[in-house]
């Protein structure tokens, strides 16, 4: 069935590095655009970045320019999302999403992985 | 970026009720809407795409409508397994952004 399994995530000092990973089965993944979104704990869901099937297009949230870096490994049916610079507010439970079609919707996800930025 | 505002925050109903969830967009965003359904320590689950079209799989009993600015997620016989935070999102342009989320609980 389609399906993402995230990996990564855990505990990271302010200013810390993380990679996510999210890979994908079920589907041919090299035709959909994948994206992350992140939830910081009691929070609604704040969108983070985007990538193309071939990775020609990204694109990140203001907050995630300059630190966040998305990518993807079509051979290896996965996407990364490597997190730099990390401050206390990018605390989150961060999920991998796919782009199921034209209308931009979001299906399925990914079960989640949080980050946690403590020192 | 385009905001969206939900309506109400939370709302306390009984099985069997019709709960009806609304979204507003800081812009005319046409059918650009989505829904989604998230139950704690779950990711979120696709309902409604394009304001209306129910996503394969999901009840009949959950509907959208709306085009432009102003979107309406309806519930139409409330289940046991519909208790849960409820968030909007617009795919007009980037960055993609979320409704703060309705909590619907048990009354």
């Known amino acids: 069935q389609v399906q993402l399994v995230q990996s990564g995530g855990g505990v990271v000092q302010p200013g810390g590095s993380l990679r996510l990973s999210c890979t994908a089965s079920?589907?041919?993944?090299?035709?959909?655009?994948m994206h992350w979104v992140r939830q910081a704990p009691g929070k609604g869901l704040e969108y983070v970045a985007f990538i193309q099937y071939d990775a020609s297009n990204k694109y990140y949230v203001d907050s995630a320019k300059g630190r966040f870096t998305i990518y993807r490994d079509n051979s290896k049916n996965t996407v990364y999302l490597q997190l730099k610079s990390l401050r206390p507010e990018d605390t989150a439970v961060y999920y991998c999403?796919?782009?199921?079609?034209?209308?931009?919707?979001?299906?399925?996800w990914g079960q989640g992985t949080l980050v946690t930025v403590s020192s | 970026d385009i905001q969206m505002t939900q309506s109400p925050s939370s709302v306390s109903a009984s099985v069997g009720d019709r709960v009806t969830i609304t979204c507003q967009a800081s812009q005319g965003i046409s059918s650009w809407l989505a829904w989604y359904q998230q139950k704690p320590g779950k990711a979120p689950k696709l309902l409604i795409y394009?304001?209306?079209s129910l996503q394969s799989g999901v009840p009949s009993r959950f509907s959208g409508s709306g085009s432009g600015t102003d979107f309406t997620l309806t519930i139409s016989s409330l289940q046991p397994e519909d208790f849960a935070t409820y968030y909007c999102?617009?795919?007009?342009?980037?960055?993609?952004?979320f409704g703060a989320g309705t909590k619907v609980e048990i009354k």
């Open positions: 394009a304001a209306s």
């Open positions: 999102q617009q795919a007009r342009s980037f960055p993609l952004t």
């Open positions: 079920g589907f041919t993944f090299s035709s959909y655009g």
């Open positions: 999403a796919r782009e199921e079609g034209k209308w931009l919707q979001l299906y399925p």
